[in-house]
């Protein structure tokens, strides 16, 4: 007994030292904050530092869906839809920007005959106010939807695809024109980011930057909250949810704010995205882009947040790559990196290095 | 006062009655154990108590006041009834010490919970065991860790479901002593087991469920000498 009170008395518990001591998470912080220096000091091609910060942008994403897939076990198979909405919302603020400092009204505006932004545009061209709403818009979408299939108890498959349902929908909404913002063709043309003429050098580098730093910032962040008490309660909930509502928890309210969490993290994901690519429309919310981000956190590792960020650098840079060079080869060599993570490495890449045992909640049904 | 009074309960699923019209009360500080052959409904009456199943009619009172039925999982947890479920139901990837953490519950304040857990890992002798994995314990071990996560809230009502199901003679001898030793004039504890020598050992009363209905109720020696009990149950 008095073993048994020293032991459990001695020195830190597990978890705050597994907390700290993750080298993969450690690791790649570290790589950002470099990667954001060595851009700073000594640019190179912008196609390059293009590429860079949309990397980033994809790993923060793909951070927000292991967070939720990989720690609370729910497979969200919309995660495109917080994304777009971040985007979206982005788009919005560039083109109220810059028709606010040049006076002229975004191309799909004139197309559609108006004399000036819909209403519900007022107060866009406002970074702070635009960078809110899209948190915020986020948030409240997956908050009502969250409140709705948690309280009702909607659970796996279940939940993935009525989340797949529900980014569907937002596709077909954004694909009419009547909705407002562009249609099938999106938003584009964006001339100014923060009163700076878009895709010059330094617009460009800095928007790299921006990313490279959020993920570090978003990884490390993320990386406490796992190893923290709620992280416990996230794991015990993803492998015995009737076990942990029954000693006391409401596991509606912890999987609701995890849930929000992740919307708003993939959100900014968006915002970070759009700017770099120039252009924003319906396909983000393509079915087959969400399921490509759950592929992503597969083939990095689910329930390590560095293997997510490893996946999704890696799957996306390939495809930089291979689209480019075949892409008519592309969805094959896709589709052959999933079976062989499904059949050979259940865990994804990290598996490789034996970063832990084989999770048993994969296999236990229960 | 009584500690659990089940009155007139009913659970059907579909057309299936599981429970009919099931009744009883435990006592503060009595040990009730719940015996009868499978499909008699005693681990739906434990998840009607624990709030896992509704019923289609009947009341469930914790004391004299809270009506569990009416209640979600957590409520009746935070009321102090926990339960161990009959295959060990432990979380995986914690280790030993972070699933009695979480046993400890969501209302006890951080400061109490080091003495809590230390008393805990004493209580089930886990103590060496503390930081490894339950995911990699043996089978007997995961059964006293789950017993573990269930006491440090200090339960007032203590639902076992087959504590001493897959356990060894020696484990289920330190299991029924360990019940023993939890019994406390203030929380009452309703055990479903097999094992008729370890209901012996551990019970004041037992209540024969069969097929949704009571058979009978009273002393195990009781039980032992009633025709019908011997009929359906013991004489197999």
Redesign the interface.
Known sequence: ?S???Q???AGP???ARRAVRDPLVAGLVGLCLAAAAGLLVAPPAPYLVNALGQLAAFAILAVSLDLVWGYLGILSLGHGLFFAIGGYVCAMHLLAHGAAVTGVLPDFVQFMGWKSLPAYWAGLDHAPYAFVLALALAGLVAFVFGLASFRSRVNGVYFSIISQALVYVAMLLMYRNDTGLGGNNGMTGFPLLFGWPMGSPGVVTGLAVAALLTLAAILASTRLLVGS?IG??M??C???E??????????TRLKLGIWCLSAMIAALAGILYVPQVGIINPRVLAPDLSIEIAVWVAIGGLGRLGGAVIGAILVNGLKFWLSAAMPEAWPFILSGLVLLVVLVLPNGLLDLVGWRPR???LRSS? | MTALVVDALTVAFGRFTALDAVSLAVDPGEVRAVIGPNGAGKTTLLDVI???TKPVSGRVMLGDHIDLTKR???E???AGV??K?Q?P???????V??NL???C???LPARDR?AR???M??EI????R??VPA?RLAHGEKQWLEIG??LA?EPALLLLDEPVAGLSDTETAQTAALIRRLRRPDRAILVIEHDMGFVEAIADRVTVLHEGRTLYEGSMAGARAEPQVIEVFLGR
């Open positions: 007994m073993g048994a009170v032991t459990a008395l518990a597990g978890p008490a416990r309660r794991l015990a993803r492998d015995d009737t076990r942990l509502r029954t000693l006391g928890y409401s596991t999770p048993t909640w229960r | 624990s709030g896992i979600s999982e957590a009746i947890a935070k926990r339960r479920f295959k139901s432990v979380f995986p990837a914690l280790t010490r972070e953490e979480i046993g519950g969501p209302a080091p857990i230390a008393s890992l004493g002798g886990l103590g060496p503390a930081e995911g996560m269930v809230a």
